[in-house]
């Protein structure tokens, strides 16, 4: 207490310098509308400022329920669309043929020539090996592996990876390749020499696998040419996907899975 009373004592002139001034600004706006407006815009941007701020920390924590449920909704339209139903909601469809399950990825290779990413879901959350992965921007590769609570995938820049794709245009269907050179380009074989392409054409999955619903993007046209034999082109597709930048993912179930491969294992 005495430091405090030694504190005033020796700034007694500055503080009633303070003192003074404060009346004086008091007087001035309660006697000048101008002042007295310019003042409580003053203190209402500042306080504005305040709570928009707070409201931004407390939006920032709260980003992550929000991505969660974005994610789920997310899951839902697209199942909605793979089973081409026009149901509003999701509980008016009985069977569904395909079923979403959201994931994170937890690791990501890309510079290697057989790449494959680790995913947050494993077999307690109904992930099995040959489910396939996707993204809001197109596929990402299979699953091949799995564990209690991990997945393993295949990524599409992988050497040994196929998916059966298509020209969307044309229909004209090949298989997915990668070189393992650029992870933003892949490679489309098997597609006829007489189909009429372009630069700049769909590249979707086909629908003929197991795997992926048919017209999930994957790419568009990037260059192409014919093979030495000149009955098919090389075609290189500028992926949709950036591969080296992956985070919520969406696994794809195919509910009819079970019975497709008995009766496929008969033919």
């Given at each position: ?116 990413l680790t995913l947050n879901k494993g077999e307690r ?28 995938v295949i990524s599409i820049l992988n050497t040994t ?73 090389i075609i290189n597709v500028q992926l949709s996907n ?26």
């Amino acid at each position: 207490m005495q430091q405090l009373f030694n504190f005033f004592i020796r700034n007694k002139t500055f503080l009633f310098y303070v003192l003074l001034l404060s009346i004086a600004i008091f007087f001035t706006i309660q006697s000048h509308s101008y002042h007295k407006s310019k003042f409580i815009n003053s203190a209402n941007f500042l306080t504005g400022g305040i709570y928009e701020s707070v409201n931004n920390i407390e939006h920032y924590f709260h980003l992550k329920e929000e991505n969660n449920a974005l994610l789920e909704e997310n899951n839902r339209l697209k199942s909605l669309i793979y089973n081409k139903r026009q149901a509003l909601e999701i509980d008016t469809i009985s069977m569904p043929k395909y079923t979403l399950t959201p994931a994170l990825v937890t690791k990501n290779s890309y510079t290697a020539k057989q790449n494959y990413l680790t995913l947050n879901k494993g077999e307690r959350d109904g992930v099995f090996e040959d489910q396939g992965v996707i993204t809001s921007n197109g596929i990402v590769g299979i699953i091949d592996n799995t564990s209690n609570g991990y997945s393993r995938v295949i990524s599409i820049l992988n050497t040994t990876s196929q998916i059966n794709a298509k020209l969307k245009k044309s229909n004209h269907i090949g298989i997915l390749k990668w070189d393992g050179k650029s992870p933003f380009v892949a490679q489309l074989t098997d597609i006829q020499g007489l189909a009429k392409i372009k630069i700049g054409d769909t590249v979707t999955t086909s629908g003929n696998s197991n795997t992926f619903p048919k017209d999930i993007l994957i790419g568009t046209l990037k260059d192409f040419k014919l093979s030495p034999t000149e009955d098919s082109y090389i075609i290189n597709v500028q992926l949709s996907n950036d591969m080296t930048n992956l985070g919520h993912v969406h696994i794809i179930e195919n509910l009819d899975i079970d019975e497709l491969n008995s009766l496929e294992s008969n033919e």
